[in-house]
């Protein structure tokens, strides 16, 4: 039987790639009222399943970005310590039958890799029930270069850990610096 509604598109193959591109909701951000998503890029899937460096393999942790090295090219003094305590949240939230490309994807199309935003609320709480919660949410230095902040949400032994590491930075620096200028301590 024959069809009355005959369509006829007369657009190019391009314009029906990019038009159905557009049209995938999940890929384009959201606007509600003050809070809106992100777009979500072909950066954001290659470092799903092909992350570059350990900032993208920790990803679905939350944004820690620390560099290796600082802008002068030397190793940077932060890089060492903000990782192994990431490692650290890594081996305590990653179950062993959970891929990490898998805590990844959540992170990106779950939590729109942040820790404010939400862009679907139920692959959010998935995220939030593998990992238990654990969560890097910033680190920052305050005053001077060795007065480390770190903040996370994670267990008691990982806050430990976390207060440890910016104790030690503290003690470090607050002791070269006393080398370095003795009369600014008097």
């Known amino acids: 039987m024959k069809s009355k509604f005959k369509i006829k598109d007369s657009r190019t193959f391009t314009q029906k ?13 959201r606007k509600k009222g003050m809070i809106g998503t992100r777009n979500i ?3 954001d899937i290659r470092e799903i ?16 970005y620390v560099s290796q090295y600082n802008q002068k090219g ?13 490692r650290a949240m890594d081996k305590e939230a990653k179950p062993k039958w959970c891929p990490r490309w898998f805590l990844r994807f959540l992170e990106v199309f779950g939590n729109d890799k942040s820790i404010v935003r939400v862009r679907n ?7 939030c029930k593998i990992t238990q919660g654990i969560r890097f949410i910033d680190w920052k230095t ?8 770190i903040s996370i949400y994670a267990s008691k032994e990982l ?9 030690d930075f503290y003690y470090r620096g607050k002791e070269e610096d006393m080398k370095k200028y003795p009369e600014l301590f008097v």
């Not at 305050?142 to 902040?149: A, F, I, Q």
């Open 17 to 29: 790639v990019q038009d159905f591109g557009k049209s995938m909701l999940f890929w384009r951000g």
């Open 41 to 43: 890029e072909w950066n």
């Open 49 to 64: 399943f092909f992350p570059r460096n350990e900032n993208e393999k920790y990803l679905y942790l939350g944004n820690f």
């Open 74 to 86: 030397e190793e940077s003094i932060y890089y060492e310590p903000i990782m192994s305590l990431v």
């Open 121 to 127: 609320r139920k692959l959010h709480n998935l995220h």
């Open 142 to 149: 305050k005053w001077e270069w060795y007065d480390l902040r």
């Open 159 to 167: 806050n430990d850990m976390a207060d440890q590491i910016e104790k």
